[in-house]
């Protein structure tokens, strides 16, 4: 599975390559207030809106993101909570239940 996911990756790339190769000729960038670059390589453009695309969306994650290191830490910190009351008890569980009184087994 893994030489699959690199042969597939090895394929894309050689597909944006040759798209890039082919889209080399130069263009004129417009500004906001009339302002003008002229003669820049098409590449230079799609890889700079590329990489700012890249950077606006981790930015859009980024809350995401830290929103869950939060809830992991928090959820860390209550596990070793219970393992260390755990430990205190004796380690021998409160109260043992089948599974089938917790939840009743669907029919087949």
């Known amino acids: 599975m893994r030489y699959l996911v690199w ?17 080399t000729g130069p263009v004129d ?3 906001f207030a009339d302002h003008v670059v ?10 700079a809106v ?6 606006l969306g981790l930015l859009i ?4 993101i830290m929103r869950r290191r939060r809830e992991a830490a928090r959820l860390r910190r209550e596990l070793a ?3 260390e009351k755990s430990r ?3 380690g021998a569980p409160a109260e043992t239940l089948a599974p089938e009184a917790v939840a009743p087994m669907a029919p087949l």
């Open 81 to 83: 909570r219970l393992e």
């Open 38 to 47: 002229t003669g820049v390589p098409l590449i230079v453009v799609m890889l």
């Open 7 to 23: 042969l597939l990756r090895l394929a894309v790339f050689v597909l944006v390559l040759m798209f890039a190769l082919k889209n």
């Open 88 to 90: 205190q008890n004796g």
């Open 50 to 55: 590329f990489v700012l695309g890249v950077f």
């Open 61 to 64: 994650a980024v809350p995401s």
């Open 29 to 31: 960038v417009n500004f």
